[in-house]
């Protein structure tokens, strides 16, 4: 990946660059705002996903990026319940809109990658932490 350096942001006073990197960020920040996204996910070679860590938001998020255009693929894990074609449909929107707005590139394609489903956990009920409590003095 190489950073852009189209001819139509060179400016009077000098050029803008964009790194490859940013547009993985803001793909990465697009796609855990959507509803029904547990976290993301390296890929299958990429070992253990981030559970909406927000540490690494480029995690699991792959672009390649021309002149004036961008294409992009997500890789994710979602929370179970959620239909999936929704999800990916709105990832899609998602991603789309918040690159074209903030960088001017046109995005000709989002891939959506679901590596995994999570579960929810059940929550303890709080009667038994309390038994347990007052069982060991």
């Given at each position: 990946?190489?950073?852009?350096?189209?001819?139509?942001?060179?400016t009077?006073?000098?050029?803008i660059?964009?790194?490859?990197?940013?547009?993985?960020?803001i793909?990465?920040?697009?796609?855990?705002?959507?509803?029904?996204?547990?976290?993301?996910?390296?890929?299958?070679?990429?070992?253990i996903a981030?559970?909406?860590?927000?540490?690494?938001?480029?995690?699991?998020?792959?672009?390649?990026?021309?002149?004036?255009?961008?294409?992009?693929d997500?890789?994710?894990?979602i929370?179970?319940?959620?239909?999936?074609?929704?999800?990916a449909?709105?990832?899609?929107?998602?991603?789309?809109?918040?690159?074209?707005?903030?960088?001017?590139?046109?995005?000709v394609?989002?891939?959506?990658?679901i590596?995994?489903?999570?579960?929810k956990?059940?929550?303890?009920?709080?009667?038994?932490e309390?038994?347990?409590?007052?069982?060991?003095?």
């Amino acid at each position: 990946m190489s950073t852009i350096a189209p001819d139509y942001v060179k400016t009077d006073i000098g050029s803008i660059q964009i790194a490859p990197e940013v547009i993985e960020i803001i793909a990465g920040l697009a796609t855990v705002e959507v509803q029904g996204v547990a976290g993301m996910s390296g890929g299958l070679a990429g070992g253990i996903a981030e559970l909406l860590g927000r540490k690494n938001l480029s995690k699991g998020v792959k672009v390649e990026v021309g002149q004036r255009e961008a294409a992009i693929d997500v890789s994710i894990i979602i929370e179970y319940g959620n239909r999936i074609p929704e999800v990916a449909s709105d990832i899609q929107n998602n991603v789309k809109n918040a690159i074209e707005s903030m960088t001017g590139l046109n995005v000709v394609e989002v891939n959506v990658h679901i590596h995994d489903v999570h579960f929810k956990q059940a929550e303890k009920p709080v009667e038994e932490e309390t038994a347990a409590a007052h069982r060991v003095k």
